[in-house]
């Protein structure tokens, strides 16, 4: 990251904190201020002391307007303290849910290749800890550095004013502090990164091996496993305790350089008070100075390297921020409620990649009411042909077309609620089991819901779940069955009565009387309507007034079954080895 | 937490020396304040300059052991502590390993993930901080305390009046503010949630555009979390605020009843001025003790999670070490009128299941979704323990068995294909380590897998990302496969382990494994789990399973004949044929 950048990234930052610029003044000016009257406190102080110097000696009259300044100074500090915190709460609270909320409002938006081609875990990590990290160090960090700033400031100038000969002392040692500190900080973070890269080898093990321990345990693999471990485990002990004792080097060496300094001003501003012209109070207020010198050295060391992961991770965050959003619907764009249910998928070309063409000069016309069946081997690609009918990706080049319309001239959303889409892996939100079968249709009534529910042949089941309807689906639905599942999405596609259908057919993991069910529950789906069925079924298939044969993402076979078979391709062959088992 | 001492006794010499070197520091810093009034009212007030550079050089002699003593323990705490880690962390991996599936089910593994990882770095924190802290702070507090008294008893009553103070509104503070920051976690668990779900079901999502709502709900979320963030905030940001201001309230009180005992004689100026530096100190300690707590609270939390899995007793152990003797002519394998239920669950999933298979027979098991298929096959290796009834491998319970011999006869095809990062010899060796490069290749070719591993240009020196991320699911399943055939099993499991390979591969791989079968010397058994009809066909008997209970036993030919749950499997799955025959 060259400095340039850097001031960018910060600036975007500062542009998310500018609806809440006010507080920020606000923390910077308490902050000021604060600051200002903690570090006049020990002049107060000093001048108290310099009021008491021996028996019948003490000037009580002196004394008390001091003192009553200085508990005025004490809670005026407190309160703009408080006032800089809070401050500094609202800007880094409202800062980061702005930002979340930026960033997932753009998950929602970008095309669905950007969101499949990442690692989700990935996405969620930036949206949680990248932005808590930016709060942390950005935020949080930005008042501490100020703070630490202006308190250096401050107290230099106080010293040089209460004394410029013993404050000189102390700022010909200050160079000591900032270099211990920063020699401690580029240590502790060599050795960190080191760290960090033997804890994650050591939590992938953790995760690989207590996380398959069922496959550990079936191979005897145990012994091996722990030796494995240990020797990791006894990496991490050798560069752990490197790095836990440079990074704790920081307080002793701190506390070390502040006595130097203490000393130093305790011998100077003895000798000024043997000399004259420097009052023991003075020396008292000196020496409380000295004392706190040091400690903002120490804190912007660190904030500085917080602020590096904090700009690191704001970099992570407006990537995602400035990933191209989906192409925005036509200018002229149609938004029909419904259509006929006429497809012509016309010369169409689409590949993932580049290098990789898959679907080439691809044409096929659905008249209304047809049911069009993809096959082919597990993997061979069919989700390809969903994700180009829904526009989930769009066509390299050739047309698709609705109704004569290209699709292209559709609004996303009107040409996608124009399907009605079950998919064999299933979705379930956290929510109750009627707001999941309305999730196409929020303001369905319970009456449609129920309807829905009992055309899918999935109300008996939902009657037979503790609170029927009401009850709560964890997150992916774990209470439920996968076969249950689908019938909830069943249920949910058709209850927003689509013009045309997808449909999944289930592979496994569903039990015969269940997978009847949805059989059925998908013939009378499809009734009169345009459909397209990830077939798995004989029966689907044979019915289908065209079958689309696909294999390592390609479509090599189209036709009726009747006129596959006598292709004798591919087709023929997976028709003998699925569904007619020969008796060899 | 008391029982995790004993993992510190290696560390004993560490433990012992470090807070005692940290003591040692502290007081050196309690005696500066004391140094520094003997050069006001010695130094100053007799214009003795001789005197105050040696008291200046004794300050900074006073420092440079402190640093040194300070080193000795930060030593310490950094050996003990991530010493102590190692060994928590590591005895854990071991109990773990010890576990039976019954526990590792009842904490569930990301639990134990996050216990052996996080729940350890808390408690390795939380000795660094025992060593380091925990002596330091109270000292300080302490010795401030005992320092004051010691120069003026009167005086020193402000002390006990303003420590009590700084501890309540530390206490008050913190008991308001900290229960509060698991709330603000769970409501941050919320906004990853959402994120999760749409990002799981972004093709849902948009195929009903519901973006709009989406949007809505997390903005729901995000600033739920936010406000509680905002209020919680408001309340710990009057830490600070409200503990110096206690403070600086007992200074005023310290230098204007100090004024009087000076006007009396009873104290002199550079002690008043030790009395405030020893405010100070004690003002600093407190706030590190208010974080002591914190961190301890934590580790508290942290320490039973962990304590949680040490405590848990394998239920299954083997009876013996010594290998057990086989019958000779019993039944490669029996079930002996099984009953099985879950730890913990009421019902059976198991009842009554009783079948045998002889040497090298190939058994099918057939039925649907959740009927006790995988369960079966987990008392086998007794990975679960029956509740009524037996299971026998050579005529021999399994019980009886030391569990490496009885799992040493079984391969098994978990029905999720699951690989480990390392080569991919490596990971054909997992169940013998010594098998050499031959015995691999021939399991790969039985696995269909042969081809494809030649094809890569490293062979089986290949390395196998975590989870087998660079491999295909047909390809990982199909070294699975390999992985079980490596070493000849006397027992090979197939547990439902062909779905993600095409139909002719699948074929295939099962005329391989046939013939894998027969030919060894005295036959492979193997157990073929599937909900396919036409996967187990061909085997010498079929076991189907409804609900828990068999409810028929024989060939396919029998089958189809005596048993209707059998029949309707059947035919559902090849109605065409039906129709045709």
Same mark, same amino acid.
């Given at each position: 990251m060259d400095m340039e950048k850097r001031s960018d990234i910060l600036k975007r930052i500062l542009s998310f904190a500018k609806p809440h610029l006010w507080y920020l003044a606000a923390a910077l000016v308490s902050a000021l201020l604060s600051v200002s009257l903690t570090l006049y406190a020990p002049i107060l102080i000093g001048r108290g002391i310099d009021e008491i110097l021996e028996p019948g000696k003490v000037y009580f009259d002196n004394l008390k307007p001091i003192l009553i300044g200085l508990i005025a100074v004490a809670i005026l500090a407190a309160l703009f303290q408080w006032l800089m915190t809070l401050c500094t709460n609202m800007v880094t609270y409202k800062t980061v849910r702005d930002l979340r909320v930026a960033v997932f409002n753009k998950v929602e938006e970008i095309p669905l290749s950007r969101i499949d081609s990442r690692s989700h875990g990935d996405i969620i990590s930036r949206i949680i800890n990248d932005i808590d990290s930016v709060s942390d160090g950005l935020l949080q960090g930005f008042s501490q550095l100020f703070t630490g700033i202006i308190t250096i400031a401050i107290t230099l100038g106080y010293m040089l004013s209460l004394n410029f000969k013993v404050g000189l002392v102390v700022v010909v040692l200050t160079p000591l502090s900032l270099f211990v500190a920063s020699f401690i900080a580029k240590h502790s973070f060599d050795m960190f990164r080191r760290q960090s890269a033997v804890k994650g080898q050591l939590s992938g093990y953790i995760e690989e091996l207590v996380g398959n321990q069922k496959v550990v345990k079936a191979f005897g693999y145990e012994e091996r496993a722990q030796g494995e471990f240990d020797t990791i485990n006894h990496q991490l002990y050798e560069v752990g305790v490197k790095a836990q004792f440079y990074s704790s080097l920081t307080n002793p060496c701190t506390r070390f350089v502040n006595g130097v300094v203490y000393a130093a001003v305790a011998i100077f501003g003895a000798l000024s008070c043997i000399a004259g012209g420097f009052s023991v109070g003075a020396l008292s207020s000196f020496l409380t100075y000295a004392n706190q010198y040091t400690k903002p050295f120490n804190e912007i060391s660190g904030v500085v390297t917080e602020l590096q992961t904090a700009l690191a991770s704001a970099k992570r965050v407006f990537a995602v921020i400035d990933e191209p959003a989906e192409e925005p619907d036509a200018a002229d764009a149609q938004y029909p409620q419904n259509c006929e249910g006429q497809i012509e998928i016309d010369h169409v070309h689409f590949s993932y990649d580049a290098a990789k063409p898959l679907i080439q000069d691809f044409n096929l016309k659905v008249q209304p009411g047809q049911r069009i069946a993809l096959v082919g081997p597990t993997g061979c690609g069919k989700t390809t042909m969903i994700n180009l009918l829904m526009r989930f990706y769009d066509t390299d080049s050739g047309e698709i077309r609705v109704d004569g319309q290209p699709v292209k001239q559709i609004g996303r959303n009107a040409l996608r609620s124009l399907y009605g889409m079950v998919l064999q892996d299933t979705w379930m939100f956290k929510g109750s089991v009627r707001e999941n079968i309305a999730y196409g249709k929020p303001d369905a009534t319970d009456e449609e819901v129920i309807a829905a529910a009992k055309a899918a042949y999935a109300h008996s089941f939902i009657m037979r779940l503790p609170q029927g309807y009401d009850t709560i689906l964890t997150e992916d639905g774990g209470n439920i069955s996968q076969g249950q599942k689908q019938l909830l999405c069943i249920a949910r596609a058709m209850l927003t009565k689509p013009s045309m259908l997808i449909l999944d057919e289930a592979t496994s993991n569903i039990d015969t009387r269940t997978e009847i069910k949805i059989q059925k529950a998908f013939g009378e789906m499809m009734k009169g309507h345009t459909s397209f069925v990830v077939a798995h079924r004989l029966s689907t298939i044979r019915e289908s007034d065209c079958i689309l044969v696909m294999k390592d993402g390609q479509i090599i076979e189209q036709g009726t079954h009747e006129q596959l078979l006598k292709q004798k391709g591919f087709y023929h062959q997976l028709y003998y080895s699925q569904f007619v088992q020969t008796a060899s | 937490m008391l029982k995790f001492i004993k993992y510190l006794k290696q560390f004993r010499k560490e433990v012992f020396i470090g807070p005692v070197f940290k003591l040692t520091e502290a007081i050196f810093e309690l005696i500066v304040p004391l140094v520094m009034a003997k050069i006001i009212d010695i130094g100053i007030a007799n214009g003795d300059k001789a005197y105050v550079l040696k008291m200046g050089g004794v300050m900074v002699l006073l420092g440079l052991v402190g640093l040194g003593c300070a080193l000795i323990c930060q030593y310490c705490a950094a050996k003990a502590s991530q010493g102590f880690g190692t060994v928590v962390r590591s005895e854990m991996f071991r109990h773990i390993n010890s576990l039976s599936h019954g526990e590792i089910d009842q904490i569930g593994t990301p639990s134990l993930i996050t216990r052996i990882t996080n729940d350890v770095n808390q408690l390795q924190l939380a000795v660094a901080m025992l060593i380091r802290l925990v002596v330091r702070a109270p000292f300080l507090v302490i010795g401030a305390t005992v320092m004051a008294v010691a120069i003026d008893w009167k005086l020193a009553c402000i002390f006990f009046i303003a420590s009590p103070l700084v501890a309540l509104a530390l206490y008050l503070v913190m008991s308001r503010s900290v229960p509060f920051y698991r709330i603000i976690q769970r409501k941050l668990d919320r906004i990853s949630l959402i994120t999760r779900e749409n990002l799981s079901g972004v093709r849902v999502i948009r195929a009903f555009s519901r973006q709009q709502q989406e949007k809505e709900r997390f903005l729901e979320a995000s600033t739920d979390q936010m406000e509680i963030s905002i209020a919680v905030g408001k309340i710990s940001a009057l830490l600070n605020p409200l503990t110096s201001t206690v403070i600086n309230l007992a200074i005023v009180a310290v230098v204007w009843f100090g004024g009087f005992r000076v006007n009396v004689g009873g104290m002199t100026q550079g002690e008043v001025i030790a009395f405030v530096n020893y405010l100070n100190q004690i003002l600093v300690a407190m706030i590190v003790v208010a974080n002591l707590v914190v961190i301890f609270t934590k580790a508290a939390a942290s320490a039973s999670r962990v304590n949680e899995v040490l405590e848990m007793e394998p239920s299954i152990i083997s009876k013996t070490v010594t290998p057990v003797q086989e019958k000779e002519n019993a039944p490669k394998l029996s079930f002996d009128a099984v009953d099985f239920a879950y730890p +913990?669950?009421?019902?059976?999933?198991?009842?009554?299941i009783s079948f045998e298979a002889a040497k090298g027979q190939t058994v099918g098991i057939i039925g649907g979704t959740g009927c006790g298929k995988s369960t079966l096959v987990n008392l086998i290796p007794r990975f679960y323990e029956v509740s009524n009834g037996a299971v026998k491998v050579d005529g021999v319970d399994v019980r009886e068995y030391p569990l490496s011999q009885l799992r040493g006869k079984i391969g098994i095809v978990p029905q999720k294909a699951v690989l480990f990062s390392g080569t991919l010899r490596k990971n054909m060796q997992w169940h013998h380590e010594d098998a050499t490069d031959e015995e691999i290749w021939e399991a790969l070719e039985v696995a269909q897998a042969a081809e494809f591993v030649r094809k890569m240009? +490293?062979?089986?020196d290949t390395m196998i990302l975590q989870g087998g991320k660079n491999l295909s699911g047909g390809q990982k399943q199909r070294l699975t496969i390999a992985r079980a055939l490596v070493g000849s099993p006397e027992i090979l499991i197939l547990d439902d382990s062909a779905s993600a390979l095409d139909f002719a591969t699948d074929a295939a791989l099962r005329q391989a494994i046939a013939r894998f079968c027969s030919e060894r010397e005295n036959g492979v058994t193997v157990l073929i789990i599937s909900q396919r009809a036409n996967t187990v066909r061909y085997a010498d008997k079929i076991v189907v399973l409804d609900d828990g209970k068999t409810v028929g036993i024989g060939t396919h030919e029998q089958l189809l004949e005596s048993c209707e749950e059998y029949r309707e499997i059947y035919w559902s799955q090849n109605e065409m044929e039906g129709a045709r025959e």
């Open positions: - | +913990d669950a009421g019902d059976y999933s198991l009842t009554g240009p +490293d062979g089986l």
